[in-house]
């Protein structure tokens, strides 16, 4: 069965930096698009950035543009994101996604909270 | 705000039937099918509709899509406590902004069964 499961929360300050992964199994993870999404408490569904199955193509929300980074291993089944210049805004639980072949995000993984704060 | 536009919140008695609506523009909803996500308290979201009405294995009848336009809607028959829950739609947004294509999700619907 598909499983995404994502590591690397936690508090940080204002200014500071993060590294999220997310380890995929059940599933041939060089054949998908992956994305991040993310949801600020009490607050709805973000969509931050998404990378193709080859890492040829990458794009971000505008609030994340020049301050994170989406990455993956396909060789390790994995997927990146590099959070710079933190702010307290960024503060949200952070999902790991699948793009699923028929235009939807067809699963999802359980979220890793991310404090920004001082 | 979100780009897609959602009531905040609908209710209704168990058994009976409830619509969530979501309103989008024509750079996303009105030419990209539409997704419904469902997250149960404390939970990550859950596929529950794709390509607008289809819903994935595992999924009862008593969920479906359509989408009319520029706008779509989920419907939830024979509401169940269990159904309690925030509802998001999502599609694919083509406009110029966020560099190109990218997704956009609704506000969310709390879900209320009385």
């Known amino acids: 069965q598909v499983q995404l499961v994502e590591s690397g929360g936690g508090l940080v300050k204002p200014g500071g930096s993060l590294r999220l992964s997310c380890a995929a199994s059940?599933?041939?993870?060089?054949?998908?698009?992956m994305s991040w999404i993310r949801q600020a408490p009490g607050k709805g569904l973000e969509w931050v950035s998404y990378?193709?199955?080859?890492?040829?193509?990458?794009n971000y929300a505008d609030s994340v543009k020049g301050r994170f980074t989406i990455s993956r291993d396909n060789a390790k089944n994995s997927l990146y994101l590099q959070m710079n210049s933190l702010r307290a805004e960024d503060t949200a639980v952070y999902y790991c996604?699948?793009?699923?072949?028929?235009?939807?995000?067809?699963?999802w993984g359980q979220g890793t909270l991310v404090t920004v704060s001082s | 705000q979100s780009v897609l536009t959602q009531p905040p919140s609908v209710s209704a008695a168990p058994g009976q039937k409830v619509t969530i609506s979501c309103s989008g523009s024509?750079?996303?909803?009105?030419?990209?099918?539409v997704s419904w996500y469902q997250q149960l308290p404390g939970t990550a979201p859950k596929l529950l509709i794709y390509?607008?009405?289809k819903r994935p294995s595992g999924i009862p009848d008593r969920f479906s899509g359509s989408k009319s336009g520029t706008s779509a809607t989920l419907g939830i028959t024979g509401l169940q406590t269990g159904d309690e829950a925030d509802y998001y739609c999502?599609?694919?947004?083509?406009?110029?902004?966020?560099?190109?294509?990218?997704?956009?999700f609704g506000g969310g619907t709390k879900l209320t069964v009385l």
């Open positions: 999502g599609t694919w947004d083509s406009s110029l902004s966020a560099g190109g294509p990218h997704w956009v």
């Open positions: 390509e607008n009405n």
């Open positions: 996604a699948r793009e699923g072949p028929n235009s939807s995000v067809d699963y």
């Open positions: 024509s750079s996303n909803i009105g030419n990209n099918y």
């Open positions: 059940g599933f041939t993870f060089s054949d998908y698009y």
């Open positions: 990378i193709s199955s080859s890492s040829s193509y990458t």
